[in-house]
């Protein structure tokens, strides 16, 4: 690994890598906030079917994940660096195949041909296509800047481009896309949900292309040579402790990050009777999470950011049991404990990325090898098995609830849409803390002492 003489590491590096988050999540959050919400409430498609399929694909990406990641690590250097390329080859397909999962043309054919088109359409664009460009991305960050506090700024700064990529989507869009019907009851405006997701995949591809055009890879990594050995990734993920803590931790925050934002289209219309409140949080998300940015880079160099993640998790928990115990009606009440929550999570996504550099670094050290795109591949695979998780669970319990269309606002189904929403994100965070404290181990302490090893290697080389 050689630093290649480039411009100096800064703003243009900074924004440049949110524009690539922010393209991301305008096709990942509007999945994840309105998919399934689209295939229940407009396609007829049982929740439990769109959570089973959510977890049928997570296995598709047991295998797209890792050859992506191999693919990335193989690539060759080019003028423009090692990973950058996929973000102009891969950003025209992620966005077409996100608009074709809301096929609402398709609303009126018999459920077999739904339920074909929604597995495939969605298969394309997570297992396939969002892999193609989301793995290169992810690798990047090593590649912008070998210095500990330049990767914190960048983890810092893809969470404000996802943040503001979920202000887009979760802001204004539940604007445009729910209505009141005659009788005051909140409804779901299919055909509105097509065009946004038309835009969202056209900004997506515009975004992809500012990241690219901004961003500078400096630091050389070496295309990986040999034959691929499926063994020897098991061996690298199975024997490195800080994989498996990061892996788990993944699993836990997506959890409780994705059950509260699927949840939001189903408590704030049917609990809340007020769609709108929506917006509401998603703006609550954008400011918490711009606050914290302000001082999350110096906080998690100053504390540790394992350190900042089990406390950030503690919070997130302590607000949704209160929540449940309270099993308030007041929205007011609800969004002051729901902020509190978020605290909690956005501190730690603010600080995650950066962690995942951390355990790129600590393989390296204990293996002598730097295999960017495999860590980050397989820390991705998990990531998905934490978004199906999230899903199928979702899917699930709102089934086992009873919940339809017709059953909805019925008392038994609202209650059960409270507690699913504040008890399994709770859970999640718990899940969290626990895999920080007890599984994951780089400390404030040991991210530096590997990064002075890392830096004396260099030297000697």
């Known amino acids: 690994m050689d630093t290649k003489k480039k411009r100096p590491f800064g703003w243009a590096d900074r924004i440049g890598y949110a524009f690539g988050d922010f393209g991301n999540d305008f096709t990942f959050i509007l999945s994840s906030m309105f998919l399934m919400k689209f295939y229940t409430d407009i396609m007829g498609v049982s929740a439990a079917i769109v959570g089973i399929m959510m977890m049928v694909a997570r296995f598709v990406d047991a295998i797209t994940d890792v050859t992506m990641g191999q693919i990335a690590d193989r690539s060759p250097e080019t003028a423009k660096g090692k990973f950058a390329p996929w973000l102009r080859r891969m950003c025209g397909p992620v966005a077409v195949a996100s608009f074709l999962m809301y096929a609402i043309w398709l609303k009126n054919m018999p459920m077999t041909v739904k339920v074909i088109w929604m597995f495939a359409t969605y298969l394309l664009w997570g297992s396939v296509c969002y892999t193609g460009i989301n793995i290169p991305y992810g690798s990047m960050a090593s590649a912008i800047s070998a210095e500990p506090k330049d990767r914190a700024s960048l983890s810092t700064w893809r969470s404000i481009g996802a943040t503001l990529a979920g202000t887009a989507v979760g802001v204004i869009l539940p604007m445009i896309v729910y209505y009141r019907d005659a009788a005051g009851r909140t409804k779901f405006n299919g ?50 402790r800080s994989m498996i803590g990061i892996i788990l931790a993944a699993w836990f925050l997506l959890i409780a990050q994705l059950t509260l934002g699927s949840m ?105 090898e730097r295999r960017d795109g495999a860590v980050y591949s397989v820390y991705s695979f998990a990531r998905k098995l934490g978004q199906a998780a999230s899903s199928g669970v979702t899917g699930i319990l709102l089934s086992a609830i009873g919940y339809t269309t017709i059953t909805a606002t019925s008392p038994s189904v609202v209650n059960g849409i409270y507690n699913i929403t504040c008890l399994v994100p709770a859970i999640g965070f718990i899940g969290l803390a626990l895999m920080l404290i007890f599984v994951y181990p780089l400390s404030k302490k040991k991210v530096e002492e590997n990064a002075r090893f890392l830096a004396d290697k260099k030297q000697k080389q």
């Open 264 to 368: 939001a289209n189903y408590i704030y219309p049917f609990y809340f009777n007020n769609a709108g409140v929506i917006s509401s949080t998603n703006l609550i998300n954008t400011v918490v999470t711009l606050v914290l940015s302000v001082f999350a880079t110096q906080l998690s160099m100053k504390i540790g950011r394992r350190e900042v993640g089990i406390v950030s998790s503690l919070i997130g928990a302590a607000a949704l049991i209160v929540a449940f115990v309270l099993r308030t009606r007041s929205v007011q009440t609800w969004l002051i404990l729901y902020s509190i929550c978020y605290i909690g999570l956005a501190m730690f996504n603010l600080i995650v990325w950066a962690m995942i550099t951390d355990v790129i670094d600590d393989i390296e050290v204990k293996r002598g």
């Open 191 to 240: 055909e509105k949900m097509v065009i946004a997701a038309a835009v969202c995949s056209v900004l997506a591809v515009i975004c992809y292309l500012l990241c690219y055009f901004l961003t500078t890879e400096r630091v050389k990594i070496e295309a990986v040579e040999g034959k691929f050995s499926f063994v020897d990734l098991v061996k690298t993920t199975v024997a490195n």
